[in-house]
């Protein structure tokens, strides 16, 4: 099993930026990739962003290109989202996910999730 702990949501101004967190621990060897999910309520559930961590190499929805980053730290455990230039519209419930393989948008692809991180941008 894997446990994904979330932390760095908070509450922000448009144009502001915050930086997501994902700390993975447990049997982590066969989820090469690490990604991120958002949700809003009454909205179905969102891929925002992928790593896939023997590379580096990274996947992200047309929505967040060029504003938000995924990257992981030199041993893989780790992995963060800046998050830069936010918009109200990105206000949501985000969650860390983590699996074998990276390049499919749908939630129910990925078998390991993270209890959430709240993230709200007011205008």
């Not at 060897?29 to 969102?46: I, M, V």
């Not at 800046?82 to 699996?99: G, I, R």
């Not at 129910?108 to 007011?122: A, Y």
């Amino acid at each position: 099993q894997v446990q994904l702990v979330e932390s760095g949501g908070g509450s922000v101004q448009a144009g502001w930026s915050l930086r997501l967190s994902c700390a993975a621990s447990g049997a982590t060897a066969k989820t090469n990739c690490r990604g991120w999910f958002r949700q809003t309520p009454g909205k179905e559930r969102e891929g925002v962003a992928q790593i896939y961590t023997k590379t580096g190499r990274t996947y992200y929805t047309d929505s967040v290109k060029g504003r938000f980053t995924v990257s992981q730290d030199n041993a893989g455990n780790t992995i963060f989202l800046q998050m830069d230039f936010l918009k109200p519209d990105d206000t949501a419930m985000y969650y860390c996910v983590a699996d074998q393989f990276c390049g499919s948008w749908f939630p129910g692809d990925f078998d390991n999730w993270g209890q959430g991180t709240q993230v709200t941008v007011s205008s």
